[in-house]
């Protein structure tokens, strides 16, 4: 018999283009037919047939306290009472500003949007209008969002800033040669080529957008001196350096990864945690640059459901929960289990395999160890990543549908559940010896 999930995804391709509203979701890396699911609670999801699974994509990175938490529902339902949206400005959205601005120090002033596409989109806007420059530089292999100037294909990094900048190719169709020909693309980790871009060009670079941790190519971590050198080529040549915090924000460390890193940019995004699970983005930075926008300033953005109060109010109350006591230090712990036991399992089923994490962010690779960059995460096996994938989603283990993209845990996450998944993935690591 036909399940309820195949059915409703025979009728979405219908209607919805491949089925799905975003295409990470559907399973065209490892192939199958995506999930359709009803219910989360903490970190277990329950798909439309019933089917039970542990969450280790927790939406993309929101669902940092797990599903439905108890504080967060009880929020959202009380401040929906008194209407959706209102256009204007409410108390919710000053409280917002002044925790992001207690936790993230470096954004002096902030705008919220409503999703981590708006917020990155529009920071380049402000970057460019502060420093009157139009090239921005951006890492391959990072994702900052599907606006135009940003879908630059990954090219082979060096090569991008050839002198007019001739191979910088749009990833996507739809989008004009000439929309791209001011983003400059580097490779990840690079040190020599930062330096050498900026010794031709640094005095016409408006903005660097980086995720200061990768997790859109798999998980990547930075090197200190890369992301060193990086704050000191900016400053020196007046270009605007942004960290991407939409996805690392408030989840690889409380301060995400400035804090980590102790390096402080100009400006910073943030989507995902601060939304709880609901669409909201943010940018802000330095208020000298902030104060470029409208209407105080001379660069346009806007946005009808900016500062929704009922996304807000999801996010205020995910944040709140975040700030007690030890909340990163036991995630970050839960995290590292779960890695360690799963390099274990794979070292004693003798196959090529590492992995890392970075708070509660993780990343799995069919390799021998933990890539650098875009060019070393493409060698991964990604058949023996597809075939655990499988086995791991028969036994009841959502990960992300793709060997490129990173994991997330959230702190619902139990000692049982890490065990389950050890144990499960044992099975899929001598399955793949096996066959
Ligand atoms: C680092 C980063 N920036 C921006 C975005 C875009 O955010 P959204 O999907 O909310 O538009 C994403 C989405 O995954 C992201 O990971």
Redesign the pocket.
């Known amino acids: 018999m036909t399940s309820l999930n195949q059915t409703l995804f025979d009728k979405s391709q219908q209607l919805i283009p491949g089925g799905v509203n975003?295409p990470v979701r559907a399973f065209r890396s490892v192939g199958g037919t995506p999930i359709f699911f009803k219910k989360g609670l903490g970190s277990k999801l329950w798909d439309v047939d019933g089917k039970e699974y542990i969450d280790y994509i927790n939406s993309?990175?929101p669902m940092i306290v797990g599903h439905a938490h108890p504080a967060v529902i009880k929020a959202v339902q009380e401040v929906a009472a008194n209407s959706l949206s209102f256009g204007a400005p409410t108390g919710l959205e000053l409280e917002m500003a002044e925790v992001i601005n207690k936790l993230v120090p470096s954004m002096e002033q902030v705008r919220l949007v409503s999703?981590?596409?708006?917020?990155?989109m529009s920071a380049i806007r402000v970057a460019r209008g502060f420093t009157g420059r139009n090239k921005i530089v951006k890492f391959e292999g990072?994702?900052?969002?599907?606006s135009d100037a940003l879908l630059v294909k990954a090219g082979s990094g060096l090569l991008t800033f050839g002198e007019n900048n001739a191979q910088a190719v749009p990833s996507s169709a739809g989008v004009p040669a000439e929309v791209v020909a001011h983003t400059l693309t580097l490779e990840y980790n690079n040190v020599q080529a930062l330096k050498e871009l900026f010794s031709k060009i640094g005095n016409e670079i408006a903005c660097v957008i980086i995720?200061p941790v990768?997790?859109?190519m798999n998980l990547i971590v930075p090197t200190q001196e890369f992301l060193q050198t990086l704050r000191e080529l900016c400053t020196k040549h007046g270009a605007i350096l942004i960290f991407?915090?939409?996805?690392?924000g408030f989840r690889v460390a409380l301060g995400g990864a400035q804090a980590l890193y102790n390096i402080k940019p100009d400006m910073t995004?943030l989507?995902?945690v601060i939304g709880g699970g609901m669409?909201v983005?943010a940018f802000g930075g330095r208020k000298d640059i902030m104060q470029c926008l409208a209407p105080i300033g001379a660069v346009y953005q806007a946005g009808t459901l900016s500062g929704n109060p009922v996304a807000v109010t999801a996010g205020l109350a995910t944040l709140k929960i975040i700030q007690e006591n030890g909340f990163h230090d036991k995630l970050t712990a839960q995290t590292k289990k779960l890695i360690d036991g799963l390099v274990l399992a794979a070292k004693e089923a003798n196959v090529t395999f590492s992995a890392q994490s970075v708070g509660g962010m993780f990343g799995l690779y069919f390799c021998e160890k933990c890539p650098t960059s875009y060019d070393e995460v493409m060698q991964s096996n990604k058949e023996h990543f597809n075939k655990f994938f499988h086995s791991m989603l028969d036994s009841g283990i959502y990960l992300g549908p793709s060997a490129f993209e990173a994991g997330f845990v959230s702190a619902a996450l139990s000692d049982e559940d890490v065990a389950f998944t050890i144990k499960a993935a044992k099975k899929a690591f001598q399955s793949l010896v096996a066959s």
């Open positions: 975003s993309w990175g999703s981590g596409t708006e917020a990155t990072c994702y900052h969002g599907h995720e990768v997790g859109n991407d915090e939409v996805m690392t995004t989507g995902k669409p983005g």
